[in-house]
């Protein structure tokens, strides 16, 4: 079923109470970040094999109510004068279309605030990214994980990668910006995905990639019991020392180089990780705030190659 035509029950008439914000710790936030965060539920029903939201939060969504919600967002910004709000839920847009509820409230409340949140790139068309749009995202971050179908099916995503470049597609044809988290070296990795990944990224129009080299291992995933079966980790394994799952079937020096070598030269390709502070810090510098990787993006204009001490 479209999630836009479907009839949600109405909600029933109840006494809203919506938790007090410190102005101490609001302020914290908004003068160190320009961010302030909100959830609008917990949960996840997915079963990503690195992802520990699951042991965190439970497998299945509990939905706090839309309208206690969009009271949040309103207090945010009237009471406390918010610049920008990250939803931190672990995917917004949830399969049940709890999330379009929320879009309504916003859009019913007429707050035009700005805020942004975390993505499944799956089962979103124009009209959704549309409708979110509308209700004031100015950024996305996509939890695409993966560059090819091979591995994305190795990390139990269950979608595959043309699926995200329609859900990309949707964004560019909305101008609205949106950036992919991927991770390589996990399993599954050779080479031979290794440059069918970077060639796939190459179909992401008019967004940021963030790479990372390999996956760290947390208690309780799908990928923690494979670690223990190759011998990477023990029983005793406490992730207050990181250990990351690293492929055999790649060697992670040939594989960080060639990362490298695929990003070299574009300024919306990010890899290594410190290359993301580096341009953090640079942004601050010229007085950027909140969400920072969208001023990589341009619409109108050839790709630009490096980030310089000049205004994007």
């Known amino acids: 079923m479209d999630p836009l035509r479907r009839s949600p029950a109405p909600l029933e008439p109840r006494q809203i109470a919506s938790p007090l914000f410190d102005p101490?710790?609001?302020?914290?936030?908004t003068q160190r970040s320009g961010?302030?965060?909100?959830?609008?539920?917990?949960?996840?029903?997915?079963?990503?094999?690195?992802?520990?939201?699951?042991?965190?939060?439970?497998?299945?969504?509990?939905?706090?109510?839309?309208?206690?919600?969009?009271e949040d967002l309103e207090r945010l910004q009237k009471e406390h004068g918010a610049p920008q709000v990250f939803l931190t839920d672990s995917?917004?847009?949830?399969?049940?279309?709890?999330?379009?509820?929320?879009?309504?409230?916003?859009?019913?409340?007429?707050?035009?605030?700005?805020?942004?949140?975390?993505?499944?790139?799956?089962?979103?068309?124009?009209?959704?990214?549309?409708l979110m749009k509308?209700?004031?995202?100015?950024?996305?971050?996509?939890?695409?994980?993966?560059?090819?179908d091979l591995t994305l099916r190795a990390l139990n995503k269950g979608f595959t990668f043309d699926e995200v470049v329609e859900v990309n597609e949707a964004f560019?044809?909305?101008?609205?910006?949106?950036?992919?988290?991927?991770?390589?070296?996990?399993p599954g990795e050779t080479e031979a995905t290794l440059r069918e990944g970077l060639a796939n990224l190459e179909r992401l129009r008019h967004t940021v990639v963030f790479a990372y080299s390999g996956i760290c291992i947390f208690p309780g995933t799908a990928l923690r019991q494979l670690a223990l079966e190759e011998g990477?980790?023990?029983?005793?394994?406490?992730?207050?020392?990181?250990?990351?799952?690293?492929?055999?079937?790649?060697?992670?020096?040939?594989?960080?180089?060639?990362?490298?070598?695929?990003?070299?030269?574009?300024?919306?390709?990010?890899?290594?990780?410190?290359?993301?502070?580096?341009?953090?810090?640079?942004?601050?510098?010229?007085?950027?705030?909140?969400?920072?990787?969208p001023t990589l993006i341009r619409y109108d204009r050839p790709r630009k190659t490096a980030l310089t001490e000049t205004p994007c």
């Open 232 to 293: 990477l980790v023990g029983e005793d394994y406490c992730p207050q020392t990181p250990v990351y799952y690293q492929s055999h079937g790649v060697d992670p020096a040939t594989m960080n180089g060639m990362i490298e070598a695929g990003f070299r030269g574009k300024r919306d390709r990010v890899f290594p990780p410190e290359k993301s502070r580096q341009q953090m810090e640079i942004l601050q510098r010229l007085g950027h705030r909140g969400i920072l990787w």
């Open 35 to 70: 961010l302030v965060n909100l959830q609008t539920k917990r949960g996840c029903p997915y079963a990503c094999s690195y992802c520990s939201y699951p042991s965190l939060e439970g497998r299945a969504y509990r939905f706090r109510d839309p309208r206690e919600v969009g």
């Open 91 to 130: 995917v917004f847009n949830d399969h049940e279309g709890h999330y379009l509820l929320i879009l309504e409230e916003i859009l019913r409340r007429d707050l035009h605030l700005a805020w942004s949140c975390y993505l499944r790139p799956q089962g979103l068309g124009r009209a959704e990214v549309a």
């Open 172 to 186: 560019v044809a909305e101008k609205l910006p949106c950036a992919h988290f991927v991770m390589f070296g996990g």
């Open 24 to 29: 101490a710790l609001v302020g914290f936030y």
């Open 134 to 148: 509308r209700a004031g995202l100015f950024a996305a971050e996509l939890g695409t994980d993966a560059t090819t």
